[in-house]
């Protein structure tokens, strides 16, 4: 049985689709939680592409390069969902639009 390969070109047109669904998430929603992960649905997004750009041209280090983008997505998910929680405790809301100002 053979085994079938998918062409890079689905992968970079799925790339393409998730990070549109990202963008439409980020300026159509106004929950602050939507919208952060909107904001890693692109990026992830984004890393596909890399990954199967990678694959295309052989290059290790695209790969290397996706890990560390990776790592920082999740120190940023860390810091993120802590501010957002912290911010919904005081202001009791995640409404971005509520949350336009920031003073006490």
């Not at 649905?41 to 290059?59: E, P």
């Not at 390069?65 to 810091?79: C, L, N």
């Not at 409404?95 to 920031?102: E, I």
């Amino acid at each position: 049985m053979e085994n079938p390969e998918v062409a890079n070109e689905l992968f970079v047109l799925l790339s393409a689709v998730l990070f549109v669904l990202g963008t439409m998430g980020v300026l159509l929603r106004r929950n602050a939680i939507l919208i952060f992960m909107s904001v890693e649905l692109m990026l992830n997004s984004a890393n596909l592409a890399l990954v199967a750009f990678a694959r295309q041209w052989q290059a290790v280090d695209a790969h290397v390069m996706v890990f560390m983008v990776m790592t920082v997505a999740a120190a940023e998910v860390a810091v993120g969902l802590a501010l957002i929680v912290a911010i919904s405790r005081s202001k009791e809301t995640t409404d971005v639009d509520d949350l336009h100002s920031l003073q006490g």
